[in-house]
């Protein structure tokens, strides 16, 4: 599978971009053509192979003209299970990347988070948002989050809608 590759400002040429020798999803960068050399900075997106979970590098691809922007990379992935985990890697290691297009950024992220569907589940006084695989899984998250709160139940949760790939229904 081919990565998506997200430029900023200059693109990498088909002969500049990387072909990995692993699974990677997304390339997110800022890049920088000089005369004979280039800088800017990348976010790679992979999976990890074991356990399936997100993972998440970066790379410095500043080079001379010896080198492409890519030559040198060398994988770190970091395991990340939220989005505040994602935002203090990226803040921290390619903020470059996210001050050109922070929602963009975000948004492929949860994207790759979160699983297919999101359930709006509403009780009497307030709606829960859960991420669940389907309507019995999302009630069950639901009513577990409610009786965490120590709220009497009154009656049946009303799924609302749901938003993932199937888009948005109303049940």
Do not use: W
């Not at 999803?25 to 004979?36: A, D, E, L, T």
């Amino acid at each position: 599978m081919k990565p998506k590759f997200i430029a900023f400002n200059d693109e990498l040429s088909e002969y500049a971009r990387p072909s990995f020798n692993f699974p990677v999803s997304h390339v997110i960068y800022v890049y920088r053509y000089g005369s004979y050399e280039g800088d800017g900075t990348a976010l790679i997106i992979s999976r990890n192979q074991e356990d399936g979970c997100l993972t998440v590098d970066y790379h410095d691809m500043c080079h001379c003209s010896c080198y492409g922007p890519f030559e040198r990379y060398s994988p770190k992935f970091v395991k990340i299970t939220s989005l505040a985990e994602f935002r203090a890697f990226a803040n921290t290691n390619c903020l470059e990347v996210m001050q050109a297009g922070e929602a963009i950024v975000e948004a492929e992220i949860i994207k790759a988070l979160m699983p297919e569907e999101v359930f709006y589940v509403s009780f009497k006084d307030e709606t829960l948002s859960v991420f669940a695989k389907n309507l019995v899984e999302a009630k069950e998250i639901a009513l577990a989050q409610k009786l965490s709160q120590k709220t009497l139940l009154d009656e049946e949760p009303e799924i609302i809608k749901i938003v993932g790939s199937s888009g948005v229904q109303y049940l």
